[in-house]
């Protein structure tokens, strides 16, 4: 079943804004990873917070995670064309075993 | 560093089928998990493997089964092929509680 439920599911922005995504989740977890698909590809990594963990920062990407809401966000600041992607939260509810649960995902489109 | 790597890229099959999708995880990697991803959806685990067990299971009938070979690599065999089993299938390869990293994916299509 999915875990991590992305709101909202599609964004259409221009170049140089910021794109915000959240992530919902209904079990206890150890950490959250957010992904990025381009066109059905592979998964790329785009950055792990741990469930002690508040805030991460990696380049133009924020994340933030408020384990009392079961809640992430995922930041992406000054939006450039080649981030239009899908973008996919999953939760590690196993500690150390990465049995990862994600959500439907974000379409992200940047329009340049 | 190749990361991980999985064969074949696409592949067709016809329905009753069986089919062995394989995958090397990256290098230092001792855990290898499978995901099948169908279209507009997020992955769904599969099973996921460590010292050449299944350590985990998820959803999937008995059809859909694995190997870890002893230099950690991959094997996912599916049995009696639906056609709803076309879809993107996906390796992840992770160590202990770190990032998990994800291959290509090989694309099956069931015709």
């Known amino acids: 079943s999915q875990q991590g439920e992305e709101d909202p599911q599609a964004l259409s922005i221009q170049e140089g804004e910021n794109a915000t995504m959240n992530c919902s989740y209904k079990?206890?977890?150890?950490?959250l990873q957010w992904y990025r698909q381009n066109s059905g590809r592979g998964l790329v990594h785009l950055i792990l917070?741990?469930?002690?963990?508040r805030e991460k920062h990696s380049g133009r990407l924020r994340v933030t995670l408020d384990t009392s809401k079961k809640s992430s966000s995922l930041l992406i600041t000054a939006s450039r064309a080649a981030d239009t992607a899908s973008y996919f939260c999953?939760?590690?509810?196993?500690?150390?075993?990465?049995?990862?649960?994600f959500g439907k995902g974000n379409q992200v489109v940047v329009i340049p | 560093d190749a990361g991980v790597t999985q064969s074949p890229t696409h592949l067709i099959k016809t329905r009753g089928q069986q089919v062995t999708l394989r995958c090397s995880p990256k290098?230092?990697?001792?855990?290898v998990s499978w995901y099948q991803q169908a279209l507009g959806q997020g992955p769904q685990f599969i099973f996921q493997y460590y010292e050449e067990e299944e350590r985990q299971r998820g959803n999937f009938p008995d059809r859909f089964s694995g190997h870890q070979f002893p230099n950690y690599s991959s094997e996912l065999n599916v049995n009696a092929l639906l056609l709803g089993d076309s879809a993107l299938y996906l390796c992840?390869?992770?160590?202990?509680?770190?990032?998990?990293?994800f291959g290509q994916g090989t694309r099956l299509t069931v015709v």
């Open positions: 290098s230092g990697h001792d855990t």
């Open positions: 079990t206890s977890i150890n950490n």
């Open positions: 992840a390869s992770s160590l202990a509680g770190d990032e998990a990293f």
């Open positions: 999953a939760t590690d509810t196993y500690y150390g075993n990465n049995r990862l649960a």
């Open positions: 917070i741990r469930s002690n963990e």
